[in-house]
């Protein structure tokens, strides 16, 4: 009997830098085919072997808006899943939003799901013995699932961004006398104590304990109830960081994400999103010193760009986001050759209810004034 021998694959021996070289090629080849049908959407954080494809960089909503302002019929986001979500309920319902990896998803948005916001907003009931909507006001930001963008558009909440917080933690105080705040406790701190609210009255709530694991008391003398929840990336960023940036280099400006804990933002000479940190080193004067807290391919990038002045990590590690990284050129690939032999793959759905109400509460952020 004779064995029977498998023809050889010959992508099976080639290293992943060889694949990712090879995939970048054929995107090369097959973006221009598809043209203006697709438009594709690139995260500030994205590695810049998939950024480079993108037609528009940006934050979440931003890019969304973008998308959605398209005549493209199909919209390939190069983010997290949540972001894509976000792509379906801001764009028209004859756009077709795509991910290019399931598995890209967001730790942060993945430490509050609807289930236990339920349980939490029957929980406070329980204890306020009332709605919890004649007192508390759910925001939830923009790093969320879309079920929670809906929960709070339902409950006469809105969305935040990490630009617009403090506008939206004002216009939620206006109206009602405590703010419950998801997922990102460090957002909510930091806006909260910008405020002038004391810390003893934003109280963490644990998800994995009843009542949050507050007494009666805690829940009822607080201002904000801070889900626990946080960014692994930005949570990385530690205050030896900024005390050694200060040591060895006096002159240094320290710049940081509001996700960056509160003890970090306090020791930061700028804090603010995405978009701010970039406009904020591109207006800096040649030769000035930076020092920045937030994800490390956007620093890179600015790092390359800025040439006439020093810009670094704040932290002397890898800060990354590594689901986001899971978007590959093999992914993008794969999902632009199947758009162009007519296949939708890795295409993101949200349910029509869901899509409504999350709409409610991104519209309402967007009336408020900033
Ligand atoms: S950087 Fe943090 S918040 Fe942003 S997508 Fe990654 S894990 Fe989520």
Redesign the pocket.
Known sequence: MVDMVMPLDPAANETLVEQEAAAIERIKKIRPILGDDVVILG?H?QRDEVIQFADFQGDSFQLSREGAKTKAKTIVFA??HFMAESAVVLGREDQAVILPNMQAG????DMANLQQVLTAWAELEDVLMDDPSNHVMPITYM?SAADLKAFVGERGGAVCTSSNARGVLEWAFAQREKVFFFP?QHLGRNTGKKMGIPLEQMVLWNPLKPYGGLTDDEIRNAKVILWRGH????QQFRPEHVDTWRKHHPDVNILVHP?CMMQVVDKADYVGSTSYIIKTVEAAPPGSKWAIGT?MHMVNRLKQQQTDKMVELLSPFACL?S??YRISPLDLANVLENLADGRVINQIFVPEDIQRNAKLALDRMLAIPK
């Open positions: 995260h954080y983010g997290v967001c730790s942060m948005a790093n990102d960014c692994s990336v930005h996700e994800e986001c689901t986001m």
